[in-house]
Structure formats: structure tokens, C-alpha cells
């Protein structure tokens, strides 16, 4: 009786989460900066998820699901979403162009940016705080949360559009298992290909290597990897936590022996036994004040 006590309590606390999922939105309801089409794979959007209740004033995350920027894995979405929830974070899923459906940079950027300044131009609606806005990214997307870290800008004060307005500086950054460098001897060949196409100039190369962007302006950043991850080298990680320490940027750096590549949460919801790497968030978040002790 017990048992089922419990996975009832389960079962009813995920379906009151996913009702907090909202519909998806359009990043630009008038069409994307170089769309190729206007299909959904064309028109970039957010899926809001909320606290249940709802907070008077929160953080909020922009997530970026990986997939190599062929894809976009759910469990590196939705299933974040869910979890931040659990802490009374807002977060936004970002469904952002892929290489798969032709896309190549600087459209995730955009994408990515867009979001960032969405959320703070809605900050009212969603009751967050707009200078507490942070990028997750896992995998490819925390190559692109990182680029957005290492490349933002305050926005456009006489923009029509009051979106873009809004600065794209995230106030902190989330990196898990990241793919960091395009540099080839750190890269993961299959994203590079899929972000920059198969003969990308040196120049290009350089510029989205994102160990080699980093200023003293880069948010605060939290990093996690795994030495046992063997699709994207635990190097990026460490050589981006470096170029951090050089510029004088706050962080926190995790490498953990077990894991594969995609680990994720480690643990479906509702998150009863999540991967460590989620309490030294924590424990970060709260340092950082973007959730309540």
C-alpha cells in the first residue's frame, strides 16, 4: 500500500508539472532572420515551464537541449525544465535551428540571443526576475550556451522590436558536458560539421572556439563533465575553466570519474535520485543568489 501510495504521488506530481509547460512561442512571429522556410523547423521558438505555485518573483533559465545541432534531445529539455521547477526556476526551452535542416551559424546565436532577451522582455508575464536570467546547455548546447556567454551584446535601445531592446548577456551560465572548442585535436567533429559546415575557414574555427572568447565580461559559469566521457573530451571543460580563471570570471568546475557521454539527470521524474552534479548546482544557485536558500 505504500509502494503504491507513493507512485501515485509520483505519477500525480509529474502531471501537474507538465500542465505548467506552456505552449510553445515564436521567437519572431514575423519569421526568423535568414529562414529557410516557414516550416517549424524554420520558426524557433521557447516552451515556458513554471513553478507550481507560480513564484511572486524568480530566477529563470534558458535551455538548450544538445543533439550535436542535428537534433535536440528531450531529456536535456523538458526533463531540465521539470527539475529547475523543483527549485522555482522558470525555465524556457529553446528549440533553436539545426545544421540537419540546413542551418548554420550564426542562426543558433541568433536564436540563442533572441531567447535570452524574449524572457527579460517578458519578464513581467512570467514573474521573473530580468537580472536573473541564465543559459543550460548540454552537449552542442552548451556549445551554444557558451558562445552566447562569450558573445553577447546590451542590445538596441531604439529598436522598434521591444525584444530587441533587451540585452542578450546571460547573468550566468550552465555547461554540462559541453562541447566547447572547434579547435580539432578538442572538437566533437559532428557538431563542428553540423554549426559550421564540412571546410570551415581557420578564422571561423577560431571564433567559435569559445575557450578562446572568454573575457572578463563572460557571466559567472557552473561546468560539469566526466572522465569517462568519451564522445566529447573532459579537455573542453577544463580549458574553458582555465580561460575563466585567467579573465578573473567566477565558476565551479566538476569532473566526475563515472558517466557516459548524454548522462543527463540520471533520473527520470520526479527526480527522487538525481545525478550528483545536481546538488553542487544547488549549492551553486544558492552562492550565486539566483534561487532562495
Known sequence: MIRVSRFLAAALWLAAAQAHGAEPVLLWPDGAPGALGAEDKDRPTLTPFAPEPMPARCAAMVVCPGGGYLGLAGYEGKDYALYLNQAGVTAFVLQYRLGSHGYRHPRMLEDAARAVRWVRAHAAEWHVDPQRVGIMGSSAGGHLASTLLTRHDAGKPEAADPVERESSRPDLG???????????????????????????????????????????????CFLWHTWEDRTVKVENALEFAAALRRAGVPFELHIYQKGAHGVALGDAAPFRNPHPWTRDLAHWLRAQRFIDP
Do not use: F, K
Not at 554540462?176 to 572548442?181: D, E, G, L, P
Not at 559532428?190 to 554549426?195: K, Q, Y
Not at 574555427?205 to 572568447?213: K, P, T
Open 174 to 220: 550552465i555547461l554540462c558536458y559541453a562541447v566547447i572548442s572547434m579547435r580539432t585535436e578538442l572538437t566533437h567533429e559532428g557538431s563542428r560539421r553540423a554549426l559550421l559546415g564540412p571546410a570551415p575557414g581557420a578564422d571561423l574555427l577560431w571564433a567559435l572556439s569559445n575557450e578562446l572568447q572568454v573575457t572578463p565580461d563572460t557571466p559567472p
